[in-house]
């Protein structure tokens, strides 16, 4: 299937599973100074831009850091945020290292999640290593399956910028880029964007892990090819749940043009009881390794 195609805006529908992808290619998981009106924006203390710092220098003290919070805030608005933190170095390198700040410009909405919590950090280091270990598996081979795995990196959490494309003619369009920061990427060295991007939310997280899928997966015009959403629970809760979503041809009219759009393959699956004890142990999260780079890329 050509990974060029196009995208509509309907709504993600959720058929059911079906992976032919021999089991040796699989990845198995365990469960500038600113203008007199920008100055003005930064100085005043009931502005957007002066309310997210102060978000932001209360997080950095270990307040507030519990809850998630959005934000409308200009492109404009934003940018001024971005140059401010730019000329405060401790502000910035909190940012950069514990604070995943995204923005989406076309609803105006700036998200500032709460803090992650130890069982986050935990369960997403876990995550990636069991991934790693298992795309290091496949490339100790000597096909051009392990040659391609070989070149696979992650890339943690590191800003993702998605934009709207054309549904006529898949070209990007001027609107500005959407930011986006997941909990975990791998990214082929010869790919564009990530093919495999995993989220982790608490349930009392603001994101739904589905709308963020929506977004990654239009805005990359399909290059990333598997959304893995975990739901942990929080506070004395355990529960734990598993979604994945993926690209979606679909054919629309008499010409049979494909339209881009995305399914739920797993959709919200249990994985772990509300008192901590293992559900559904006799299933597995399929990757295939073909899901790490598009068509062009993955040759093998």
């Known amino acids: 299937m050509n990974d060029e195609k196009r995208f509509s805006a309907s709504t993600p529908t959720v058929p059911a599973p079906a992976d032919g992808t021999p089991p ?3 990845i198995k998981l365990p469960l500038t100074p600113p203008a007199t009106n920008e100055s003005q924006s930064t100085s005043n203390p009931q502005s957007p831009v002066s309310m997210v710092l102060g ?13 998630s919070r959005q934000l409308k805030v200009t492109s404009l608005e ?11 170095p401790g502000l910035k390198r909190f940012v950069d290292d514990k604070l995943r700040l995204e923005y989406d410009p076309l ?12 069982t986050h ?13 298992q795309l290091d598996r496949i490339a100790s081979g000597n096909d051009e399956a392990a040659r391609f795995a070989a070149r696979i990196s992650s890339v943690r959490s590191g800003s993702i910028q998605l934009r709207e494309f054309d549904s006529d003619d898949g070209i990007e369009t001027d609107q500005p880029y959407i930011q986006r920061q ?23 997280d603001g994101r739904e892990l589905g ?24 506070g004395k809760s355990k529960e734990a749940r598993i979604s994945m979503w993926q690209p979606r041809y679909l054919k629309e009219g008499e010409d049979g043009v494909e339209i881009l759009d995305v399914e739920a393959i797993i959709n919200r699956d249990l994985f ?10 006799n299933k597995t999260l399929y990757l295939p390794l073909d899901c790490f780079a598009t068509s062009k890329v993955a040759t093998f």
């Open 24 to 26: 040796e290619r699989q």
């Open 78 to 88: 934003y940018k001024n945020l971005l140059a401010r933190i730019e000329e405060l």
């Open 211 to 234: 709308k963020v899928a929506w977004t990654y997966i239009p805005y990359s015009n399909g290059n990333i090819k598997a959304v893995v959403g975990f739901e942990l629970g929080y």
């Open 121 to 133: 950090e935990s369960f997403s280091e876990q995550v990636s290593q069991e991934t790693k270990a």
């Open 182 to 204: 997941p909990d975990e990427q791998y990214q082929h060295k010869e790919a564009e964007y990530p093919g495999v991007v995993y989220e982790i939310a608490c349930s009392q």
């Open 55 to 67: 978000l932001i220098k209360q997080r950095q003290r270990h307040k507030l850091t519990g809850q």
């Open 107 to 118: 609803e105006k909405v700036l998200y500032v999640p709460r803090m992650p919590t130890a």
């Open 272 to 281: 772990r009881s509300s008192d901590g004890s293992a559900i559904n142990n």
